[in-house]
């Protein structure tokens, strides 16, 4: 026969019951931590440029020419550790849905345009 039939280097159990999904997920995260903390650094500086008028989760991600799947996270780490907040505003989408506004929390009491 030929090469294609030959055994894999390790035997993995047909059942792990998760350990090697767990396992992996642990090494993804870990791998995408200094990415993930360098874009919510851009985030934040994009943010402080928009000043009182802030940004949507979808404006910011186009601002920084990323994907909203990739933004409301990293959205979500700057709410939570209180360096953005959303206004109260909303704002029309592309898709024209309506959008939560966020800014930078030292533009929050500010008159909003």
Same mark, same amino acid.
Not at 1 to 26: E, I, R, W
Not at 67 to 91: F, M
């Given at each position: 026969? &030929?090469?294609?039939?030959?055994? /894999? /280097?390790?035997? %993995?159990?047909?059942?792990?019951? $998760?350990?090697?999904? !767990?396992?992996?997920?642990?090494e993804a995260y =870990?791998?995408?931590? /200094?990415?993930?903390?360098?874009?919510?650094? %851009?985030?934040?500086?994009?943010?402080? !440029?928009?000043?009182?008028? $802030?940004? =949507?989760?979808?404006?910011? $991600?186009?601002?920084?020419? %990323?994907?909203?799947?990739?933004?409301?996270?990293?959205?979500?780490?700057?709410?939570?550790?209180? %360096?953005?907040?959303? =206004? $109260?505003?909303?704002? !029309?989408?592309? =898709?024209?849905? &309506?959008?939560?506004?966020?800014?930078?929390?030292?533009?929050?009491?500010?008159?909003?345009?």
């Open positions: 026969m &030929s090469d294609y039939y030959q055994d /894999p /280097p390790q035997n %993995l159990p047909l059942f792990d019951h $998760g350990q090697h999904a !767990k396992a992996t997920k642990a =870990t791998a995408a931590q /200094p990415k993930q903390q360098a874009r919510k650094q %851009l985030a934040l500086i994009v943010l402080r !440029k928009a000043e009182r008028r $802030g940004h =949507t989760r979808e404006s910011l $991600g186009d601002a920084m020419n %990323l994907r909203v799947q990739s933004i409301c996270s990293i959205a979500l780490d700057l709410l939570r550790d209180g %360096l953005a907040v959303e =206004t $109260g505003d909303r704002r !029309k989408t592309s =898709t024209g849905s &309506s959008a939560a506004v966020i800014v930078a929390t030292e533009f929050a009491g500010s008159d909003r345009q």
